[in-house]
Nanobody, 119 residues
Framework: QVQLVESGGGLVQPGGSLRLSCAAS????????MSWVRQAPGKGLEWVSDISGFSTKTNYVDSVKGRFTISRDNAKNTLYLQMTSLKAEDTALYYC????????????WGQGTQVAVSS
């Protein structure tokens, strides 16, 4: 069965960095766009970034451009999100999600990993 397991979250000071990972199993990883989606406390889901199956295309929400980098290692079935220059407003539960169509139709989600940015 399809499984997505995030890791790498934690508490970091403003300006710090974290790298999130998402280990995928149960499907052909390279065949799917993958996304990172976050949910800040008391707010709705916000798409953060996505990447095509062979990393030829990446997209980011404006608020993280230049600070976050999405990548994937298809040999390891793992998705990454390198986050730098973190801000308080990046505090959220971060989910990885499989995009069924490449147009934001998510059919599988991980359990999420918590990122807290605070001094």
């Amino acid at each position: 069965q399809v499984q997505l397991v995030e890791s790498g979250g934690g508490l970091v000071q403003p300006g710090g960095s974290l790298r999130l990972s998402c280990a995928a199993s149960g499907f052909t990883f390279s065949s799917h766009y993958m996304s990172w989606v976050r949910q800040a406390p008391g707010k709705g889901l916000e798409w953060v970034s996505d990447i095509s199956g062979f990393s030829t295309k990446t997209n980011y929400v404006d608020s993280v451009k230049g600070r976050f980098t999405i990548s994937r290692d298809n040999a390891k079935n793992t998705l990454y999100l390198q986050m730098t220059s973190l801000k308080a407003e990046d505090t959220a539960l971060y989910y990885c999600a499989r995009d069924l169509t490449g147009y934001g139709e998510y059919d599988y989600w991980g359990q999420g990993t918590q990122v807290a940015v605070s001094s």
